[in-house]
Each structure stands twice: as C-alpha cells, then as structure tokens.
C-alpha cells in the first residue's frame, strides 16, 4: 500500500493561520499535513475544532502532529491525544525530555493504548540525547510497539546515522518518516537543501521502506526559503515522487 505523502506545517512558520496553511500545502502539489505547535495550540482544547475544520474544508488530510514533548504532566499530554481523536489520527511525532525519563515512558504507553495510537520518536540529530540509532534502540526496550520512531533522514544525517540504516534496523518500529535533507560546511554546520540533492540517497531509501513494509505517511521538511518554501517544496516534491516510487503513490 504506498504511503501518504506531505508536508510538515513548520514549512510555513511564516503564517499560523491554518486556512492559508492549508491553501500553501495545496499549492506545493500535496493534500497531506503533519501540524505542529506554530498552527496549534494544542493545550487550547478551544484551538481545535477549528484547526481541523480549517484543512478539511482546504481538502488537506491531517495524518499526525508534532513534534510535540511529552513528559510527566498527564493533563497536559492528553491534550495532544484528545487532539488526535478529534481529527481521527493514529500518529504523533513526540519527543521526551530527558529529565522526564523513565515516568514519561509509562506515561506515553498508556495514553497510546488508551487512545489506540503510535507514537514516532522524533531523532533531532548529533545535540539531542534521542538523535542516534543506539538511544532509540534503548528507548524502545524500555517501552511498548506502541512507541517507534519518527524518523528525519536529515537530522539522523547530522547524527552521522544512515538514515537507510536505521529504517533497516527499526523496521516494524517506523512509524513516520521525515523528508529532509541536509549539505554540511567545514564545521559541519547543516544547511536545508532539495531532497536528494545532499547527502540523502532516496533510491536507497525508497527500497528500505518498500522492504520492510512501511505504510506510514511520508512527510516533507524543508525549513529553508521561509518567505516563500512553495517553490523548493515542490522541486522537493517532484524529486521524491521521481525516486521513491515504491513508496509513494
């Protein structure tokens, strides 16, 4: 089954109006949106109703949020899952601050359970304590199916992971995959550029996902060119259509 392929709403962080969010994803050739905390309030429950109508009414499909923490605040936390069974989703992207560690993991599992939903790991590259392969495998022996991995092929890059790699290694754990790509100058500085044009190989990652199976959604992330991303959007939506077509319909 291909995957849902789209947008990351941090793309258009110019805007935290949703509707014309919703029009800018149109406008880059897609009708998919992972929305982050820049568009939603998610601890405003009044804020959602009308975010979810907002890309509904646009033709937008909204497959997951994030990237969103969760720690040990459980009235807080349920703000993101009741988010997500308002707007029928069956993923989050999250991450867990390391001070919060380990009553976030239990936390996290049984609100997962509870509202029937995955959660991928967001792997913020070589700075952050979840950024390498071997901190995701220890999180996921302390935790249910229920957590996976949101993997970003870019920060996993900025990691020095193979982003190919690691769906290889996770497998039945990938639950999102992030589409990004990074260049690196002299002190390994990352700069956004189009998909595939970097240090990405797509090919090989497209034959990574379609071996292991996945059906997750496919998210674009280029947080470059933030007064208008439309047009590199869509040269980085034509190149993924053009280089992964087992796992992109």
Not at 16 to 38: F, H, M, P, W
Not at 164 to 173: G, I, N, T
Request: proline fraction near 5%; hydrophobic fraction near 40%; charge should be negative.
């Amino acid at each position: 089954m291909p995957s849902l392929f789209g947008v990351q709403s941090y793309c258009f962080r110019n805007t935290n109006d949703n509707a014309q969010t919703a029009e800018l994803v149109k406008s880059c050739g897609l009708d998919t949106i992972e929305v982050c905390r820049v568009h939603v309030d998610f601890e405003d429950q009044s804020a959602h109703a009308p975010a979810i109508e907002a890309y509904r009414n646009a033709g937008v499909e909204l497959v997951s949020i994030g990237v969103n923490p969760i720690d040990t605040d459980e009235a807080k936390a349920r703000c993101l899952f009741e988010f997500a069974r308002k707007a029928g989703l069956r993923l989050m992207s999250i991450d867990f601050p390391i001070e919060a560690v380990p009553e976030c993991f239990a936390l996290a599992d049984r609100l997962a359970e509870e509202y029937d939903i995955r959660l991928g790991v967001h792997n913020h590259g070589g700075r952050h304590w979840l950024g390498s392969a071997q901190a995701l495998q220890w999180v996921f022996r302390h935790t249910s199916s229920r957590i996976g991995v949101s993997l970003d092929t870019a920060w996993a890059l900025d990691s020095r992971e193979d982003p190919v790699e690691m769906v290889d290694r996770f497998a039945d754990r990938v639950y999102i995959v992030h589409l990004k790509d990074f260049l690196f100058d002299e002190a390994r500085n990352p700069r956004d550029v189009i998909v595939g044009t970097g240090n990405l190989d797509l090919p090989a990652l497209d034959k990574a996902l379609a071996d292991t199976g996945f059906t997750g959604p496919a998210i674009l992330e280029y947080e470059g060119d933030v007064e208008d991303p439309v047009p590199s959007l869509r040269e980085c939506a034509e190149a993924v259509r053009t280089s992964m077509p087992r796992t992109i319909s």
